[in-house]
């Protein structure tokens, strides 16, 4: 019989996930009192939080037959938040990670989403960061919430609101990735019959890989606004663009350019990648903004421009003309 | 008909949360960018997270007709958070909060639960605090995740594992009153039935008030160990005896003294109101060890003394004889 959470009482089943997380300097005291402690940059921490409910955030089952693992949630988890203390420009110091697990679920599966958090930490954080505390409820679905601590390695922070008028729109990091990796999943191909560069695309979906080095390295090079792309382009570039008080003018050559990659498995779905690149969203790439004088720096490509805003402009367009998550509605016209 | 959240979108929603939450000069960024940006003192910053999930940490309903409100399920989540904080020497800086909801949730019971939290924040908090940021996610029952941040004004947070023998034990706050207020609610009397002090009792259960200023008050004092008493008196005095390799025997009349004040409530109950006092957790009280030479800060009651532990002795004791949740087994001896 598997062993399920229900078998275990809380010190048990703690005791089977703190040896999958590792230390870090970051953490001066972790996991065991009433709280832990934190080691930072200065008199700041950025701070963020976010919760992944089965069946509303992620699947434990996908129409293709794949079957999200507990290593997947703990991965993409750990990646988004670690995202958002990215997309200020901050570094990740700490986790802390609170689980509601319903009885009937595997033991296994909580220690593969111990060893998925652990892995997107060691493999994707810039900084010196590990699980600083957590706590575990139950409930009848399972529920993962991380809130994420950072340092802030620059002076300031780079916000949304930041943009000006004449600067670069740049992006750094995986774009519609993981739209595709969704239609996959939501596909009829079992994944046993996916190409490689099919699985390719469904584990961008299933473990994100944002550029978590990128967000200091565009701070320090003078980015002037900065978010994460987790909702997809369009959406967070009008959102960029709203808080800015500026319009975002994307260029149709840069996109079609992104978009090439993609179009080899577009093309057998018969999609056009353009609505992955524009619509799809959390690969959790960043969308910068940089004066026109300055250089990007390294992983950046440069995709359109800060326009003037007004309440007769929309906030985002594609060579001049009104973008939409899908991009080519207005195409159409 | 009333107005659900499954009929708002997340911006209408939040739009109706954030007009219920202060500011504060802890939170530099609050809601609205990727992250939040907290100030702390020093480069230390204290974090504990929490989950409540409806049905297992609390109820909508209870036996005896009380239905708990958005408000005192707001005011519990920032009370036993802020208390995580108290309990290391620290005061807390800022709150971020992540709500899942089901869409039948009514509308005012999401922002009676904002009221709540500010007003526990408002209420309780010894420091300048206010939510910095959240979450909002669907999902098949209420689940409320609250991370809490807070900042050391003492150089060293008092841990659970720094209690020395001859130290005196002594607590900070109620002790028993949350017991007694679920007994009544897991009871028949109908809420318009019960006493004034019926009354109170109910609502330190619902609205737990820790002693948020005695913290770092306790640490200041030279507190060499501490924790917030959550889970009953003798299970986190067992723990703080554990993490310091210590044994604790509690004073028979200090505990008499405590009990005193419920006997009224606990006698029409037929209960002995030691159960409250030994068994019952969720007053976050503070639970301190002092040297023995140090004189106790307002608020502390000497209620034992640390002594030596090992292999045979009882974690914690009464009078000498080991101490039960219910307290009393050993004494029928």
Same sequence: chains 1, 2.
Avoid at 17 to 42: C, H, N, Q, T, Y
Avoid at 51 to 75: A, E, I, K, P
Wanted: hydrophobic share 45%; charged share 15%.
């Amino acid at each position: 019989m598997e062993l399920t959470v229900g078998d275990l009482d809380e010190g048990a089943l703690l005791a089977r996930i703190f040896p999958r997380l590792a230390d870090s300097k970051s953490v001066e005291l972790g996991p065991g009192d009433d709280a832990a402690i934190v080691r930072g940059m200065g008199h700041r921490t950025v701070v963020s939080i976010d919760t992944q409910v089965q069946d509303q955030d992620f699947r434990l089952q996908w129409n293709n037959g794949y079957r999200s693992t507990g290593f997947d949630v703990g991965w993409k988890a750990a990646a988004q938040n670690m995202s958002d203390i990215n997309a200020m420009g901050g570094t990740t110091t700490a986790l802390v990670v609170s689980l509601t697990l319903p009885p009937s679920t595997p033991v296994a599966w909580v220690e593969d989403l111990a060893d998925g958090l652990q892995a997107a930490i060691s493999e994707l954080a810039a900084g010196d960061c590990s699980v600083a505390g957590g706590d575990l409820s139950a409930g009848r679905e399972i529920s993962v919430t991380v809130a994420v601590l950072g340092a802030l390695p620059g002076s300031e922070a780079v916000l949304r609101s930041g943009a000006k008028v004449g600067d670069v729109v740049a992006h750094c990091g995986n774009l519609g990735c993981a739209a595709a990796g969704w239609w996959l999943l939501e596909g009829s191909v079992p994944p046993a019959e996916l190409t490689p560069e099919q699985s390719g695309l469904v584990e961008l979906f299933a473990r994100p890989r944002p550029p978590l080095a990128a967000g200091p390295i565009a701070a320090a090079a003078g980015a002037s606004a900065m978010l994460d792309v987790s909702d997809g382009l369009v959406r967070d570039a009008s959102r960029l663009a709203r808080a800015s008080g500026v319009a975002i003018n994307l260029d149709f050559a840069a996109l079609a350019a992104l978009a090439a990659p993609l179009q080899k498995v577009a093309g057998a779905a018969g999609v056009d990648p353009h609505t992955w690149l524009l619509g799809g969203g959390e690969d959790h790439g960043l969308l910068c903004t940089f004066p026109a004088n300055h250089p990007l720096p390294d992983g950046f490509t440069a995709i359109g421009s800060v326009v003037p805003g007004g309440e007769r402009t929309p906030p985002v367009s594609i060579a001049g003309r009104a973008a939409t998550t899908s991009g080519w509605d207005h195409f159409a016209d």
